[in-house]
T-cell receptor, first 114, second 114 residues
Framework: EAGVAQSPRYKIIEKRQSVAFWCNPI?????LYWYQQILGQGPKLLIQ????????DSQLPKDRFSAERLKGVDSTLKIQPAKLEDSAVYLC????????????FGDGTRLSIL | AQSVTQPDIHITVSEGASLELRCNYS??????LFWYVQSPGQGLQLLLK??????LVQGIKGFEAEFKRSQSSFNLRKPSVHWSDAAEYFC????????????FGSGTQLTVLP
């Protein structure tokens, strides 16, 4: 089966610019997650979707980050405006749903803010 | 809220030697536990998981982990390390109740010497 697809792989922008990431989950996976992984740390959940509804966005900095999952499949994560501390790898994951289902991760987008 | 501690930031072993990576968790009830591996520039790959039953679980690539409730630990082991095992390893926990967010430890970087 095809894995979780993410694009772009790398992105370099200046602070205060905007950026968007795209994720296509594994076919049939109802749950989609966006994580932020800062260098030297484990991934931190930003937002979780169940189909096209938000389940948990408690750690999403809503003043600058936004995410959507149109039609319950693909998802985009946007940052506007970007800050230096947003430099990180942004990982998308998907699962069949339920806390006992393993999450399958994409290769991530490495974002560098200048 | 649940938490995960990986006390070893970096471990170095010789190829062919045995390996044990430590993981301690904090959660009120029986958690769901996972080990993931991340190679440079890639996403996380699931090595193994524990939900219930036999406390010794087998995973891919010759890895195993043992759940010890009395010690709140879920240590990862491999009897003979290969050079290709060099990567970063993350332990993660998700609550089986209302706390469904997957929480990661900060990771252990494994270096394998020839």
């Amino acid at each position: 089966e095809a894995g979780v697809a993410q694009s772009p792989r790398y992105k370099i922008i200046e602070k205060r610019q905007s950026v968007a990431f795209w994720c296509n989950p594994i076919s049939g996976h109802a749950t989609l997650y966006w994580y932020q992984q800062i260098l030297g740390q484990g991934p931190k959940l930003l937002i979780q979707f169940q189909n096209n509804g938000v389940v948990d966005d408690s750690q999403l900095p809503k003043d600058r980050f936004s995410a959507e999952r149109l039609k319950g499949v693909d998802s985009t994560l946007k940052i506007q405006p970007a800050k230096l501390e947003d430099s990180a790898v942004y990982l998308c994951a998907s699962s069949l749903g339920g806390s006992n289902q393993p999450q399958h991760f994409g290769d991530g987008t490495r974002l560098s803010i200048l | 809220a649940q938490s995960v501690t990986q006390p070893d930031i970096h471990i170095t072993v010789s190829e062919g030697a045995s390996l044990e990576l430590r993981c301690n968790y904090s959660y009120g009830a029986t958690p769901y536990l996972f080990w993931y591996v991340q190679s440079p520039g890639q996403g996380l790959q699931l090595l193994l998981k524990y939900f219930s039953g036999d406390t010794l679980v087998q995973g891919i690539k010759g890895f195993e982990a043992e759940f010890k409730r009395s010690q709140s630990s879920f240590n990862l082991r491999k009897p003979s390390v290969h050079w290709s095992d060099a990567a970063e390893y993350f332990c993660a926990v998700v609550g089986s109740g209302s706390a469904r967010q997957l929480t990661f430890g900060s990771g252990t970087q494994l270096t394998v010497l020839p």
